[in-house]
């Protein structure tokens, strides 16, 4: 097995004070490997970044379309939102429009991650509710293709009709029979798959627009989802929406938790798959940022993708006192 | 350069997530080393894990003892609280018995940790304070130090009389002339030394007793406030303080930012210094857990110690869904 690559250093001052390394692939639509660092055969859980994959089912099925989902839903079924009240909001109507409420969503209660909706929380006395949880949408998507299945309402079960079907597009996207898998920070089963395989997955996913099965159909009206609500994905501030919305053209980005990064590129008919060996999301989003201006995919002097290519680190006076800086490797 | 050695595995399921790698010495009072793993002479910064060393010259000038400070003041000049009432209020009648304000601390203002004083101050509309900076124990001690010296307030200068002081006793507690420094997150400068020289720093503190010098004395003094007072170290919940308490004989640990941590083990005159290269808290933790088990400091099996060795991570709904385990050449 390849030893890890470095994909981000941390400086403070005149030292080098942490240092990240990983694995990154970038495949084309036939899962050939164009570029890759560190190994691509190591396993690892894409965790979040499989989210558009887990939502094809809910298409492919006509779920989807027998409840007359739009592209918001269908970000928010991709989505690792903050829980701002655009989300929350969006999430709760569609459980209404299924008839369900929070108690149906099997993801724990999370705080949301909006400061605003935050802080009146706390000032109001309120706990957090599931539909807060930053997957909130995807297990809409889950509780949706359940309900057109008429099957019963465990959908976190491996064993379900819906955790089934995800398993079952999981590996034809992957192109890869999954050793298994681990239970996610929203309760449901999270497929385990190479770097390479998800970065297949990704390249499969960039070249849908030129397949015509249903399948194909699925993840191009899934990808154009996600580029096109970007502030459904992720949220105002967050890495996902920040640097789809600085795209020069249209790209969706998922950041899945430990360090886990992916990019479907339509236009090139590529995908990228990028995990931080040490599951820091700093290091992911700056070697996710390096590698799309290494495609020159991103300008690395526009400020929204400074902010994540080569972030200054403030303290707490807000003196700047480092930088986060790529290995020079990923960018050229 | 010899590589970074795993120190900790990260697993979900059967599948091991994240690893994290680093450095980690363990030398006696003479500054031989006695184990080692990774690469003993990369060169780190420190950042507050050199808190006991920075709070010497309070001590050796002779400021500590004309203002009357007590064992609780020396602890806080070491500690990283976390802002919890019980430090807020030491640290605001250490600085009106100075004749100071919050004003005067160069630390920026910090977020309370404590999470009771925190719903608090959001409920109450209040602004953070730099009291409740994790440093402002140590901001303290500076100014103690600069106010009995006659020096101006600018004490976080590197060329202030204060720093100064720093930076020579840094020098003689590592052995090794300093290759300079970064601005750490509380504004002060933080001296760089190598991974040996912390460890031999830890070393001789660990052996002080056994010398009759000034700074020997003054750093037994700071060892004993530090274990005699785990609480004001670092807080309920935080690991220094609960490692300090599960400990089977008296030690002195402190954390430091970007995975550092030290022990100081005064009973079997030995010196230990951890780095995680990524910088990960979780791994600093669990790493000089193993290396106090390994030692038989601490018992595998005490539940305080087994929280920060082995960890069982819960997802939001409160399920496990894996766990951090030390490497195992650390433990044997």
Known sequence: MAEAAVLAEVWRGPFMESVH??????????????AAWGDPDAVVLPRSSSKMIQALPLVTSGAADAHGLTSEHLAL????????????????????????DDNA????????????????????????????????????????LAQHLGA????IDPDHPVQMACKDVFETATNEETPGFGIDG????????????????????????????????AATRLT????????????????????????????????????????ILPERGLGIAVKAADGATRAAECAIAAL??????????????????SP?????????????????????
Not at 93 to 100: A, E, K, N, Q, T
């Open 105 to 144: 969503l099997r993801c724990g209660p999370q705080v949301s991650r909006d400061t605003a909706l935050k802080l009146d929380m706390i000032r109001a006395g309120e706990s957090p509710c599931r539909v807060h949880n930053n997957c909130s949408g995807k297990h809409a998507g889950f509780l949706t």
């Open 186 to 217: 929203c309760s449901a089963p999270n497929f385990a798959t190479t770097m390479h395989g998800m970065a297949r997955a990704m390249g499969w996913f960039a070249t849908a627009g030129q397949r015509s099965d249903g399948l194909s159909r």
């Open 152 to 155: 019963g309402s465990d959908y």
């Open 21 to 34: 390394t990983g694995h990154a692939v970038i495949c084309d639509g036939s899962g050939q490997i164009v």
């Open 77 to 100: 079924a991709c989505a690792s939102h903050q829980g701002a009240p655009m989300h929350v909001e969006r999430v709760n109507r569609w459980l209404r429009d299924l008839g369900l």
């Open 224 to 263: 154009e989802a996600m580029y096109t609500h970007p502030e459904l994905v992720a949220g105002e501030g967050r890495a996902c929406t920040r640097l789809m919305r600085a795209s020069k053209e249209p790209v969706a980005l998922k950041t899945g938790a430990e360090g886990y990064f992916v990019a």
């Open 292 to 309: 799309l201006v290494r495609l020159e995919v991103f300008e690395a002097a526009h400020p929204e993708v400074a902010a994540f290519l």
């Open 312 to 332: 200054t680190i403030h303290n707490w006076d807000g003196l700047a006192t480092g930088q986060i800086m790529p290995a020079r490797g990923l960018l050229v």
